[in-house]
């Protein structure tokens, strides 16, 4: 698995397009499995510090406890002029220590995290990207790039 900064260092364009998305909207969509094994999906306010990937949750969101008990993730962020896409799939771990806390809240920006919130740091496995050319055309076709952690 990797840190978002190493992702963005063996692949800078992609890292570009997630960034793009991210700045903005300011919002994507995490996946997530429930206990019984079902999907689900919720939206998030992920953010980059110091090269690395949070999300928080919220006191009663069941995204928590599914991230908690089974860290698979994938991370969408909502398309981008010509409906970009941007997908980050890995597995996330909870933030306990308050160093790596702090450390994460001091680079969130505008986003507003309580005390009472879980922070998890999401680990890269794999990231897709998503170009469509021609968009409106008979002719409209994607152009695909994925990236796989070392």
Not at 51 to 57: D, E, I, N, Q, W
């Amino acid at each position: 698995m990797a840190t978002w900064s190493e992702f963005e260092e063996a692949a800078p364009e992609m890292a570009a397009l997630g960034l793009k998305q991210l700045r903005k909207f300011g919002l994507a969509y995490l996946a997530t499995t429930a206990k019984d094994g079902a999907p689900r999906v919720h939206p998030v306010c992920p953010f980059i510090s110091e090269g690395r990937l949070f999300v928080a949750t919220g006191p009663t969101s069941p995204k928590r406890l599914d991230l908690l008990r089974d860290g698979r993730y994938a991370l969408h962020m909502l398309p981008g002029k010509n409906d970009d896409e941007f997908l980050v799939r890995g597995r996330a771990s909870r933030v306990t220590d308050v160093k790596t806390r702090e450390m994460a809240l001091a680079g969130k920006g505008e986003i507003n995290i309580s005390d009472d919130e879980w922070l998890f740091e999401l680990h890269i496995e794999r990231v897709d990207t998503t170009f469509w050319e021609n968009v409106g055309q008979p002719d409209t076709r994607p152009i695909r790039q994925r990236w796989l952690a070392p």
